[in-house]
Nanobody, 126 residues
Framework: QVQLVESGGGLVPAGGSLRLSCSAS????????ISWHRQVPGKQRELVAA???????NVADAVKGRFTISRDNAKKTAYLQMNNLKPEDTARYYC????????????????????WGQGTQVTVAE
C-alpha cells in the first residue's frame, strides 16, 4: 500500500510564506513526475507546479517568482515553497504522482498511476 500525505497548510496573512510537503509512504522504488495542484470549491483543479524525475520543473504563470517546487528523492518527499502569498492563493492544495513503482509483499513490484494525496488547506487572509 502506498500513500501520498500532504502537510504544511494553514492560515497566513497576505505576504506570508508557507512550505507544503508531500511525503510518499510505502515500499516505493521510484517516483516519476510529482506535481502540486490546487482547487477552490466550484472551480476546476489547476496545476501549480511540477517536477519530473529528470529534474525539470515548471511553475504556473500565476505563481511564477513566488512558488518553488523541489523534491528530495531519498526522503521520497516533494515540497512547495510559497512566498508572498496572496488571498487568491487560497485553495486546497493536492500532491499528485503520475507514476511510481513500489513493492507489494505479496505481489512483488507494482506500478501505481495517477495517485493523489488528500490535500492540505491553504488560506491567505487579506
Amino acid at each position: 500500500q502506498v500513500q501520498l500525505v500532504e502537510s504544511g497548510g494553514g492560515l497566513v496573512p497576505a505576504g506570508g510564506s508557507l512550505r507544503l510537503s508531500c511525503s510518499a509512504s510505502g515500499s516505493i522504488l521510484s517516483i516519476n513526475t510529482i506535481s502540486w495542484h490546487r482547487q477552490v470549491p466550484g472551480k476546476q483543479r489547476e496545476l501549480v507546479a511540477a517536477d519530473t524525475s529528470g529534474g525539470v520543473t515548471n511553475v504556473a504563470d500565476a505563481v511564477k517568482g513566488r512558488f518553488t517546487i523541489s523534491r528530495d528523492n531519498a526522503k521520497k518527499t516533494a515540497y512547495l515553497q510559497m512566498n508572498n502569498l496572496k488571498p487568491e492563493d487560497t485553495a486546497r492544495y493536492y500532491c499528485h504522482v503520475d507514476r511510481m513503482l513500489f513493492t507489494d509483499p505479496d505481489m512483488g513490484t507494482r506500478v501505481a498511476v495517477d495517485y493523489w494525496g488528500q490535500g492540505t488547506q491553504v488560506t491567505v487572509a487579506e
